[in-house]
């Protein structure tokens, strides 16, 4: 999967109209058994990485909590989020039938 960098987890807020409508496009033509496939093979992806990496996940979210002034439980759910929607939107089509 195509996670975050620790550097890259805490995001400006600058989002511009393209590439919301690049997301938005990026399942548009799957039925929604495939965008559940899809959603259901990221977020096994997103435990196995963080499973594996409890390093990592601690330096993102005490990073994020410094730079987003959130809460330890709010710096986990940006982290895991961000790290499920950057699989979602990236998935290669078959992958997430596997």
Known sequence: PILLSPHSAVCSGNH???????LDASDADL???EKRL???SCM????????K???EVEDVVAETMRLGDLSEFDAK??????WLAKCYHNIRSGQGEA
């Open 31 to 33: 039925s929604h058994l």
């Open 77 to 82: 759910n940006y982290l895991f989020h961000t």
């Open 53 to 55: 990496r409890p390093k």
């Open 16 to 22: 511009d109209k393209e590439i919301s409508d690049d």
């Open 38 to 40: 899809r959603m259901s």
């Open 44 to 51: 096994e992806l997103v435990k196995q990485h963080t499973g």
